[in-house]
């Protein structure tokens, strides 16, 4: 309805300086000025109630996405939107739902972890879910979903348990879990890795190079390599990270020459 142009009663009037009959172009009597002006008074109240409405909803949506960001613990995360990516994301997760790839790798790459690892848990991929709780730095997490002795015939579930032990200075079990996984998986060079990380971490370089070897012959990549070094330079005490900088140096001084900032 126009503030020019009005319908009642199928009769049409419009406006030029006051109401007209459009069809006899005749100015209307004062009752239906009366009806018209009370048209637009309904429509306003009308489009105030939406306006009410639709902020009540704004505020509940956001509301609700709030409480989803604390649910999944990613409450830090810069984003406030209800018809955000990650709003989304998280209510599929809320719903059951099974995300996309996709969606995976970008929870990944936004660094969500909590949420990624919530995620894994709820669908059963613990090994996941134990590694995405140790990026988040909650290896404690990924202690406790693989605690149950069921789980450990598993070698990716023992191989993220041992991490998860190495994080937090357990050696001697991260070590225990590494050598089962092996035996479990000897093809796989991911448990070869975490026994690496776990003799650079004690300052025994040399021994720990051995297993990266054959994690090398298995398919490893020089990144995990390096990744799994540089955590463990980084956990080792001063004695132990003194050892390992100084083996990697006359090892390879160009290539390891970033470990002179642990120095």
């Known amino acids: 309805m126009s503030k020019r142009y009005v319908q009642i009663d199928g009769k049409e009037y419009f406006w030029a300086n006051q109401w007209y ?3 006899t172009y005749s100015p209307v009597p004062h ?3 009366n009806q018209i002006n009370a048209l637009f008074e309904e429509q306003e109240r009308k489009q105030r109630e939406d306006q009410i409405k639709q902020a009540q909803y704004e505020d509940e949506a956001n509301q609700a996405f709030r409480r989803l960001k604390e649910k999944y613990q990613v409450a830090w995360y810069d984003e406030f939107s209800p018809i955000s990516r990650l709003n989304r994301v998280l209510m599929e997760i809320d719903d059951g739902k099974i995300l996309t790839e996709g969606d995976e790798h970008w929870l990944s790459d936004e660094g969500l972890f909590q949420a990624l690892a919530l ?3 709820r669908v059963g991929k613990l090994a996941s879910a134990g590694s995405n709780w140790r990026k988040a730095n909650r290896p404690d997490r990924t202690i406790e979903i693989t605690e149950d002795q069921r789980l450990h015939n598993n070698s990716a579930i023992l ?3 041992g991490g998860a032990l190495r994080d937090l200075g357990a050696l001697d079990e991260a070590e225990r879990c590494g050598q089962t996984a092996i035996k479990l998986a000897p093809k796989d060079f991911y448990p070869y890795n975490l026994l690496g990380a776990v003799y650079f971490q004690r300052g025994d370089p040399e021994e ?4 990266f070897q054959v994690a090398r012959s298995l398919g490893s990549r ?3 390599e390096i990744s799994n070094i540089r955590s463990a330079i980084e956990k080792a005490g001063a004695d132990e990270k003194r050892r390992v900088i100084e083996y990697l140096l006359r090892k390879d001084p160009e ?3 970033w470990t002179r900032s642990y120095i």
Not at 208 to 211: A, E, I, L, Q, T
């Open 222 to 224: 020089p990144y995990d």
């Open 159 to 161: 191989t993220t348990r």
């Open 21 to 23: 009959d459009l069809e």
């Open 208 to 211: 720990g190079d051995k297993y």
């Open 255 to 257: 290539r390891y020459r």
């Open 119 to 121: 995620y894994y848990e």
């Open 31 to 33: 009752s239906i000025v």
